[in-house]
């Protein structure tokens, strides 16, 4: 990720955050999912800078940010330290993008924490139970094992995983960078400690409460989501009141990936 740099720091109760804005104009925030970082918004918050400010932030645990030993990095940690952070920015209702893991930190932070948004949208968020594959149970009951599995194992165990988040496939670059942060002594144990701290009950505690969201909503998903199912958006979309949908033909979960220039254009709509 030599080309992607977050240049700013923020001390947070689960550890050090890094992270940079971009532009000048109306506040912009994007939040990522997992097992990614911020470096997936890279094309499309350069894009989305012309005519406003970006945020950009490495979860606690994941991309650049701190990864340590007995780390809180769950949902509920996440969900405070956005909170936090927007409080830290002087943000008090930015427009909030959000994919996968990060669709359920911006709830969370919104429901649970009193975060204000002028506008939100999701990119194949983690929102709706059942949720977590049985890759995530088996490292949920066995993560002290999986920490210790020999490097050369891990790293093509994250390649395989990382992979199939696309539905296209990955250039490969692309895929070494998204894999970068996982390996090595604090890359590696980081992994599997974000998995196993993927709770569940974190969403159930918000799930019955998405209709009271009274802001504007867009929701985007790949038809070709093979980690949550496309039938999930339309559930989802029925849920919040008032909240637009649009599908993105061709593109898997990682639609960043996969369809940067269809996402760019729905996102620049909702947001103007």
Not at 15 to 42: I, N
Not at 51 to 69: F, L
Not at 105 to 110: E, K, N, S, T, W
């Amino acid at each position: 990720m030599a080309d992607w740099k977050l240049s700013e720091t923020y001390q947070s109760a689960s550890g050090e955050v890094r992270w940079d804005a971009f532009g000048d104009g109306e506040p912009v925030v994007l939040l990522h999912g997992t097992p990614f970082s911020s470096y997936v918004w890279r094309a499309i918050a350069k894009a989305l800078a012309d005519g406003r400010r970006v945020y950009v932030w490495d979860m606690p645990g994941y991309g650049a940010s701190e990864m340590a030993a007995g780390q809180d990095v769950s949902l509920g940690a996440q969900g405070r330290v956005f909170a936090e952070l927007l409080a830290h920015w002087g943000l008090d209702e930015p427009q909030v993008v959000a994919h996968d893991f990060g669709g359920a930190v911006a709830l969370r932070a919104h429901l649970l924490h009193g975060a204000r948004y002028r506008r939100l949208a999701m990119i194949d968020p983690v929102a709706l139970a059942p949720w977590g594959s049985p890759f995530f149970r088996l490292v949920g009951d066995n993560a002290a094992v999986f920490e210790q599995v020999p490097s050369h194992l891990h790293r093509a165990l994250v390649r395989e995983y990382v992979t199939s988040a696309s539905g296209p496939g990955l250039h490969p670059a692309t895929l070494d960078a998204l894999v970068q942060p996982w390996l090595g002594e604090g890359g590696q144990p980081a992994f599997y400690r974000q998995i196993a701290q993927a709770d569940q009950r974190f969403t159930d505690e918000v799930q019955g409460r998405y209709g009271e969201l009274d802001l504007p909503v867009l929701i985007c998903w790949g038809t070709d989501d093979s980690w949550i199912p496309v039938a999930k958006a339309h559930e989802l979309a029925a849920a919040i009141p008032g909240a637009r949908l649009r599908l993105i033909e061709g593109a898997g979960h990682l639609v960043q990936e996969d369809a940067p220039a269809e996402l760019t254009a729905a996102l620049l709509d909702f947001l103007s």
